[in-house]
């Protein structure tokens, strides 16, 4: 009984903290857990309840919303509330077990709603037969995230919902496509070097890992590399690398890399990937808007920073927050970025623009300000012969703009825009 108490009360400090900060939920996760002993089974167990509770929110809080209208959010209470919610209705535990742990566990913080809480899951218990979870409709989720998918038809919008629920397939890419048939588990083949893995499972149990044959990396992030042509020997800046999937295909194609992050951390996880596939990396740990504009590259890929939008299947803590992404901050910097790119592209050199993002002014409309104070530049368009197994993704002006759950047939992708432009001389006028 104490481990699970002692348990209960993590996950409730996850979702607490999860909710109030701008933290992810593997770092809260990983952070939370330094501070107790607890077992491995007990440490799956806390991130299924949280990863499941954040993923489900909108139809816990439709639950909840139905049998109360007095509970704070920004109290501790709510927290074991919409867990003990998840764990009966969506993870089918035992009610009674939920529920008295999670009064014991409430207790143990002396707090004063113990009967409460106690009646309320009592309440709501008593009444399940009733609650078709696949049924709660109605969408709770924030006003800013609603705002965005206004545009989209509603077939779109229902896609996009359903798929916050859903957990998605890791996609792993192969150096040699001769190497796909060493993966035990079961799998869809997402291109001639990729596959989707239809079962979950710790990576480094998967064959290839010790020997370094692929990497993590979701099918739409992949496309960007795919799109720059004649690969192998173009001088090519990463500006945005870690990562690092969009360094490691441009590598494998024989193409010199040039990789720049900002981030201490990220960079020494993309050295760790490089080491593990015995990869040689050139890379710059420094903010992309300086680096030295003394040498000019064939192709500048951005990947830039971004609300993350796109990503809502393996990130549904984007929506879960009390407060949105800061759109401004993005904005600002993906601008920066191409105006710094542009200084550093050869003349009929290629920019990549690529955010995993649905929102319009993240996409489409940061290119089109670029391009009308850019006039040497322009839209380089995706054609049909070069999108096999995207070309319902290519736009009319020959973008690349997918959505959460896109390509079901392979197990469905992350929401990203991509642009490719041209330069045409050194003249922006």
Not at 101 to 127: D, M, P, Q, V
Not at 343 to 368: D, H, M, P, R, Y
Request: charged share 25%; proline share 3%.
């Amino acid at each position: 009984m104490t481990d699970g108490i002692n348990s209960r009360i993590v996950i409730v400090k996850i979702l607490k903290k999860i909710k109030e900060s701008r933290i992810n939920i593997d770092q809260c996760f990983e952070k939370e857990l330094k501070k107790i002993n607890l077992s491995i089974k007990d440490k799956k167990y806390i991130y299924n309840v949280v990863i499941t509770t954040i993923k489900n929110i909108n139809s816990i809080d439709q639950i909840l919303k139905n049998f109360t209208k007095s509970v704070n959010k920004k109290d501790v209470s709510y927290f074991f509330i919409i867990s003990a919610i998840s764990q009966i209705f969506i993870l089918n535990q035992k009610e009674y077990a939920v529920i008295n742990s999670t009064c014991e566990a409430y207790k143990r913080l002396n707090k004063k709603k113990l009967n409460f809480i106690n009646g309320l899951l009592r309440n709501i218990t008593r009444n399940k037969s009733f609650i078709n979870i696949d049924k709660l409709n109605k969408s709770l989720h924030p006003i800013w995230f609603k705002n965005i998918l206004k545009e989209l038809p509603t077939s779109k919008r229902k896609v996009i919902y359903k798929s916050i629920t859903k957990r998605p397939l890791i996609n792993l890419v192969f150096k040699n496509n001769k190497k796909l048939n060493i993966v035990k588990q079961k799998f869809l083949e997402t291109s001639k070097n990729s596959l989707a893995l239809s079962e979950f499972i710790d990576l480094k149990k998967i064959s290839g890992y010790n020997e370094g044959l692929w990497w993590v990396q979701d099918f739409a992030s992949t496309i960007p590399v795919k799109l720059i042509p004649n690969l192998k020997n173009q001088n090519i800046l990463d500006m945005c690398a870690a990562p690092g999937g969009k360094t490691f295909q441009l590598l494998n194609s024989g193409a010199r890399v040039t990789s720049c992050d900002i981030s201490i951390n990220r960079v020494k996880l993309l050295k760790e990937n490089a080491r593990r596939l015995q990869y040689n990396l050139n890379i710059i740990n420094m903010d992309a808007l300086k680096i030295l504009e003394n040498k000019f590259f064939d192709t500048v890929l951005i990947d830039a920073p971004c609300s993350s939008i796109g990503t809502i299947r393996k990130n549904p803590e984007i929506l879960y927050r009390n407060s949105g992404p800061n759109f401004e901050f993005y904005l600002d910097l993906q601008y920066k970025l191409l105006e710094k790119a542009k200084k550093l592209l050869k003349i009929n050199g290629t920019l990549i623009f690529a955010v995993c993002s649905f929102n319009k002014k993240e996409g489409v409309k940061q290119i089109e300000k670029f391009l009308l104070k850019n006039k040497n530049f322009q839209i380089n368009p995706i054609i049909k012969s070069e999108s096999k197994g995207f070309k319902k993704l290519v736009t009319k002006e020959g973008f690349f703009q997918s959505y959460p759950d896109d390509l079901i047939e392979i197990g469905g992708i992350d929401g990203f825009f991509i642009a490719r432009l041209i330069k045409k001389n050194d003249n922006a006028l």
